[in-house]
């Protein structure tokens, strides 16, 4: 009786270590396919990066042969605009395209080395403000978000005691945007008030960066004298585009109706804001590898005929 209860015990206990066994057996197996399969998403993350760098390759040299057969002017008619047909790789398919940055109205313009606003920037800022359907004087925010001091410019200004009062409260940047998108922190910005003027603006490293008229949508352009209707610069921008003509000078602009009813105070402020040519761009890749797709954004800025990436994201579009 007393060996048949061993043996029973005997038997138990081995049972108990085969399925332990099994169990750590197992629990060995889901670990190391999980380290494969992150193995492999690693490694097609970097193979998807070395690609896009590959891309932005490309388009830096496209814009550098731009600078040296056309350095005069920018326009939506070369081949720098033109979207990069898809290029097949092992596994997938590589596709991308320049837009100008150059083109849209640079918030970081509003303040001078000195920390001032820049007048000539701002009054065109509150124009462009009043063409999105937004109040002109948000522009005091702008300036004040960027601006060293403490003390707001004016009615509609908003420094950190004022975001520090907010729900979630948080401290005004002091320095200039490093992203458009910041912009949506900026009181009078919030949510879709942002999304009203997102498509016209931007966020350059230069306080000294124009606007170029040959790349700027219509409104941006319209935003030059309150008098301008929209759809006659609109139809005005499509015609000179549809005969592959383009804006040599500012000089040129008010020589096409309806920019030749601007007034002399508003064609002065516009040869400060605009110009022909541009210094900034942005490539948006696609990679599509092993059926999944990554995009990645890279900033570009053209300086002496050389192009630097000065800026990265890998967030989707």
């Given at each position: 009786m007393?060996?048949?209860?061993?043996?029973?015990?005997?038997l138990?206990?081995i049972?108990?270590?085969?399925?332990?066994?099994?169990?750590?057996?197992?629990?060995?197996?889901?670990?190391?396919?999980n380290?494969?399969?992150?193995t492999?998403?690693l490694?097609?993350?970097n193979?998807?990066?070395?690609y896009?760098k590959?891309?932005?390759?490309?388009?830096?040299?496209?814009?550098?042969?731009d600078?040296?057969s056309?350095?005069s002017?920018?326009?939506l008619q070369?081949?720098?605009?033109?979207p990069?047909p898809?290029?097949p790789?092992?596994?997938?398919?590589?596709?991308?395209?320049i837009f100008?940055?150059?083109?849209?109205?640079?918030?970081?313009?509003?303040?001078k080395?000195?920390?001032?606003p820049?007048t000539d920037?701002?009054a065109?800022?509150?124009?462009?403000?009043?063409?999105?359907?937004l109040?002109?004087?948000l522009?005091?925010?702008?300036i004040?978000?960027?601006?060293?001091d403490?003390?707001t410019?004016?009615?509609m200004g908003?420094?950190?005691?004022?975001?520090?009062?907010l729900p979630?409260?948080?401290?005004a940047?002091?320095?200039p945007f490093?992203?458009?998108?910041e912009?949506?922190?900026v009181?009078?910005?919030?949510?879709?008030?942002y999304?009203l003027i997102?498509?016209?603006?931007?966020a350059?490293?230069?306080?000294?960066?124009k606007?170029?008229?040959?790349?700027?949508?219509a409104?941006?352009?319209?935003a030059?004298?309150e008098?301008?209707?929209?759809?006659?610069?609109?139809?005005?921008?499509?015609?000179?585009?549809?005969k592959l003509?383009?804006f040599?000078?500012i000089?040129d602009?008010?020589?096409?109706?309806?920019?030749?009813?601007i007034?002399a105070n508003?064609k002065?402020?516009?040869s400060?804001?605009f110009?022909?040519?541009?210094?900034?761009?942005?490539?948006?890749?696609e990679?599509i590898?092993?059926?999944?797709?990554?995009?990645?954004?890279?900033?570009?800025?053209?300086?002496?005929?050389?192009v630097?990436v000065?800026?990265?994201?890998?967030?989707?579009?």
């Amino acid at each position: 009786m007393v060996k048949r209860q061993q043996h029973g015990i005997a038997l138990i206990t081995i049972l108990m270590m085969v399925a332990l066994a099994t169990i750590i057996a197992a629990t060995i197996a889901k670990h190391q396919a999980n380290t494969q399969d992150s193995t492999a998403y690693l490694m097609r993350q970097n193979q998807a990066l070395y690609y896009a760098k590959s891309a932005e390759a490309f388009f830096e040299e496209i814009l550098a042969e731009d600078a040296e057969s056309s350095a005069s002017a920018d326009y939506l008619q070369e081949t720098w605009a033109k979207p990069m047909p898809g290029f097949p790789i092992d596994g997938g398919m590589v596709s991308g395209q320049i837009f100008d940055e150059s083109g849209k109205f640079n918030l970081n313009t509003l303040l001078k080395s000195d920390g001032t606003p820049n007048t000539d920037a701002q009054a065109y800022f509150e124009r462009l403000l009043k063409r999105v359907g937004l109040s002109p004087e948000l522009s005091q925010a702008v300036i004040d978000w960027q601006d060293p001091d403490d003390l707001t410019i004016g009615a509609m200004g908003a420094e950190s005691n004022y975001y520090g009062s907010l729900p979630k409260g948080y401290m005004a940047a002091n320095q200039p945007f490093h992203s458009a998108e910041e912009l949506k922190q900026v009181r009078g910005f919030e949510g879709a008030q942002y999304d009203l003027i997102a498509p016209y603006i931007t966020a350059i490293p230069s306080i000294n960066s124009k606007i170029n008229v040959n790349t700027a949508p219509a409104l941006v352009l319209a935003a030059l004298d309150e008098r301008l209707n929209l759809q006659a610069v609109q139809e005005a921008v499509n015609a000179k585009q549809g005969k592959l003509e383009y804006f040599a000078s500012i000089n040129d602009v008010w020589e096409l109706a309806p920019f030749n009813q601007i007034n002399a105070n508003n064609k002065n402020l516009a040869s400060q804001i605009f110009d022909v040519k541009s210094t900034f761009f942005k490539a948006q890749i696609e990679v599509i590898l092993s059926e999944r797709k990554r995009q990645f954004t890279s900033y570009l800025m053209r300086e002496d005929n050389k192009v630097y990436v000065y800026s990265r994201s890998l967030a989707p579009f």
